[in-house]
């Protein structure tokens, strides 16, 4: 069983910024991806992830604010959120994808305030 342990999160005020990490109980290369995903009502959603070979996908509203990037020695993956804003307000989730599984972590509130 695969173990994503988060840390990180908090509440920030609005244009201030927080640091997220997640660390992997396995080695990070052999996941298809390693990312972040914030829960909306009843979904979901991607915030930004890094696929194998090193290719990164963001979500628009991430693109430009927040950055991905990993230690592959520490099976950790970073996420820099910067210029945060109140609509980023939510429960933050580590996500990794092998092959046709997710596995996620504990999840933790990230609060803006305005």
């Known amino acids: 069983q695969v173990h994503l342990v988060e840390s990180g999160g908090g509440l920030v005020q609005a244009g201030g910024s927080l640091r997220r990490s997640c660390a992997a109980s396995?080695?990070?290369?052999?996941?298809?991806?390693m990312g972040w995903y914030r829960q909306l009502p009843g979904e979901r959603v991607l915030v930004v992830r890094i696929?194998?070979?090193?290719?990164?996908e963001y979500a628009d509203s991430a693109k430009g604010r927040f950055t991905i990037s990993r230690d592959n020695a520490l099976n950790t993956v970073f996420l820099q959120m910067n210029g945060l804003k109140s609509e980023d307000t939510a429960v933050y989730y580590c996500?990794?994808?092998?092959?046709?599984?997710?596995?996620w972590g504990q999840g933790t509130q990230v609060t803006v305030s305005s």
């Open positions: 996500n990794a994808n092998r092959l046709y599984r997710n596995f």
């Open positions: 396995e080695s990070i290369f052999d996941f298809n991806s």
């Open positions: 696929i194998v070979g090193g290719r990164t």
